[in-house]
């Protein structure tokens, strides 16, 4: 299909994409995948699987979804099962690893901490520290607090697809992310001193100081 087909289709709802995928347009597809990445990359990274793990887990969601697709009725949001499919597909992995690890006792794992994405040296630099400071609390939550904050949080979807997406009550969901949310601040109070955070500076609480002096000194 060609680009400026695409284009022009980019911004359909997802239940028109699938009927038309439904009737052979598969190139649609594509927009479902654009779409659709960064939640299942962060639903991954909420169950604390990184790097090329989720990649694969990724992939594998989506052809699931494609295969699967006759099985979609629209009483349901698609991005509701879509994600629900990710997440099967997240516990799957991690069953599967736990296995292996009772298999291989003595065997390494390797989890690489995900580098930030990239305003002046100063600010990039700033926003790296945070961002990283940030990623680091959240990946230490407990996982059921973890998922919700992502979701809910990150991804922003209702509290009502949140509950759906994971089969939780309402109430449950809020709960949780109440939880993950004062978790989260004690977890940065530990990283920051309390007495550094939004500080005037000695250089400009100085110069303050001397101006208000001097225009004292003119009265």
């Known amino acids: ?5 695409l284009k022009k289709k980019e911004n359909l709802p997802d239940e028109e994409l699938i009927a038309l995928i ?3 347009q598969t190139d649609l597809y594509r927009i479902i995948i654009q779409r659709y990445n960064q939640r299942l990359y962060r639903t991954a990274i909420s ?13 594998q969601t989506y052809i699931n979804v494609f295969e699967k697709l006759d099985q979609y009725r629209a009483d349901a949001k698609f991005s509701t099962w879509l994600t629900r499919i990710m997440i099967n597909e997240c516990l799957m992995y991690k069953r599967k690893k736990k296995t292996e690890n009772k298999r291989f006792v003595d065997g390494e794992k ?21 961002k990283n400071t940030l990623e680091t609390a959240i990946k230490k939550l407990p996982e059921k607090y973890r998922v919700v ?10 509290v009502k697809e949140c509950a759906r997406t994971l089969a939780l009550s309402e109430i449950n969901v809020k709960v949780r992310l109440l939880r993950a949310k004062n978790l989260l601040k004690n ?9 550094e955070v939004l500080t005037f500076g000695n250089s400009r609480c100085g110069a303050v100081t001397e101006n208000v002096m001097k225009l004292i000194g003119k009265r």
Do not use: C
């Open 1 to 5: 299909m060609a680009a400026e087909i």
């Open 22 to 24: 439904k009737t052979g």
């Open 47 to 59: 169950f604390g699987i990184y790097d090329f793990d989720s990649d694969d887990l990724i992939q």
């Open 110 to 130: 390797n989890v690489t901490i995900l580098t930030p994405e990239h305003q002046t040296p100063e600010k990039d630099y700033m926003n790296k520290e945070m």
């Open 149 to 158: 904050y992502v979701l809910r949080e990150i991804e922003g979807i209702s």
């Open 187 to 195: 977890e940065l109070l530990k990283t920051f001193n309390k007495d």
